[in-house]
């Protein structure tokens, strides 16, 4: 959940902010320049801000008052709802936090003898990474009914301190979808197959929860062999193909 949460806000800002620079949304546009400054340490004696910066202010401003952040809780303050307002704001704080400078040398001939620089936001798939990883190391926190707020969870050693601003956090555990459990609608990971050379989601050290996985050969029969004959016709024979599967215990 903290993970969907921080990515729908980082998400609507990403594509707001877009949607100003290109004149899709009137209400906004580019942002606004930030005067010149010298830039002595790339060989160009100065440069200027120009193009069209991301206006990351109003995308921030449109999403939160799309999903209403700053109110959610007001009336009804509970460690879910601070939790969603924690994670909102720290989806926006995330893709404003890795903006940066990109900039175009103008020149004869290729040279560099002027620089133009605006701020843009980092590509889409970067952001989920960067929301992911912060997922991966969320923080379990709990809910202070005296105090009305968040706190660390004694039992998570790593979430002492308070969280900063781009930290997701949770107030329960995940379930484990590892094992089946029907009051969460989860047939659990035993049975399916894996992929042994990935490292990603669909990879057996991964899916397969550490229990290890079988390996089997599936024989089948299909097209071989095949070639083009003018004209103008495919031609395959008939072979029997085997199928190397990984299986999770």
Same mark, same amino acid.
């Given at each position: 959940?903290? =993970?969907?949460?921080?990515?729908?806000?980082?998400?609507?800002? =990403?594509?707001?902010?877009?949607?100003?620079?290109?004149?899709?949304?009137? %209400?906004?546009?580019?942002?606004?320049?930030?005067?010149?400054?010298?830039?002595?340490?790339?060989?160009?004696? &100065?440069? #200027?801000?120009?193009?069209?910066?991301?206006?990351?202010? /109003?995308?921030?401003?449109?999403?939160? !008052?799309?999903? &209403?952040?700053? &109110?959610?809780?007001?009336? !009804?303050?509970?460690?879910?709802?601070?939790?969603?307002?924690?994670?909102?704001?720290?989806? $926006?704080?995330?893709?404003?936090?890795?903006?940066?400078?990109?900039?175009? +040398?103008?020149?004869?001939? @290729?040279?560099?003898?002027?620089?133009?620089?605006?701020?843009?936001?980092?590509?889409?798939?970067?952001?989920?990474?960067?929301? =992911?990883?912060?997922? %991966?190391? #969320?923080?379990?926190?709990?809910?202070?009914?005296?105090?009305?707020? $968040?706190?660390?969870?004694?039992? &998570?050693?790593? #979430?002492? @301190?308070?969280?900063?601003?781009?930290?997701?956090? /949770?107030?329960?555990?995940?379930? !484990?979808?590892? %094992?089946?459990?029907?009051?969460?609608?989860?047939?659990?990971?035993? @049975?399916?197959? +894996?992929?042994?050379?990935?490292?990603?989601?669909?990879? +057996?050290?991964?899916?397969?929860?550490?229990?290890?996985?079988?390996?089997?050969?599936?024989?089948?029969?299909?097209?071989?062999?095949?070639? =083009?004959?003018?004209? +103008?016709?495919?031609?395959?024979?008939?072979?029997?193909?085997?199928?190397?599967?990984?299986?999770?215990?």
């Amino acid at each position: 959940m903290s =993970f969907l949460q921080g990515m729908t806000s980082a998400s609507i800002t =990403f594509h707001v902010t877009r949607a100003c620079g290109s004149g899709e949304v009137v %209400e906004c546009g580019c942002a606004q320049s930030r005067g010149r400054k010298n830039n002595k340490d790339s060989g160009v004696e &100065d440069w #200027a801000w120009g193009g069209c910066s991301d206006n990351i202010r /109003y995308g921030m401003y449109f999403t939160r !008052d799309f999903i &209403d952040t700053t &109110d959610a809780g007001a009336s !009804d303050t509970t460690g879910a709802n601070l939790m969603m307002q924690h994670n909102y704001e720290a989806g $926006l704080k995330t893709i404003d936090s890795n903006m940066r400078v990109k900039c175009k +040398c103008h020149g004869v001939s @290729g040279s560099c003898t002027s620089k133009v620089c605006w701020n843009t936001m980092p590509k889409l798939e970067e952001i989920g990474r960067i929301v =992911f990883d912060k997922y %991966e190391q #969320a923080k379990f926190m709990t809910y202070s009914r005296k105090r009305r707020r $968040l706190r660390p969870n004694k039992k &998570d050693k790593s #979430a002492r @301190g308070k969280p900063s601003n781009t930290d997701l956090v /949770y107030v329960l555990p995940s379930v !484990d979808y590892c %094992e089946p459990n029907k009051k969460h609608g989860s047939i659990g990971t035993h @049975g399916r197959l +894996c992929n042994k050379t990935s490292m990603e989601e669909n990879g +057996c050290p991964l899916l397969c929860c550490g229990r290890g996985y079988q390996t089997m050969v599936r024989k089948t029969r299909g097209n071989c062999n095949c070639r =083009f004959e003018w004209c +103008c016709e495919v031609v395959c024979e008939t072979c029997e193909l085997s199928e190397e599967l990984h299986i999770c215990n």
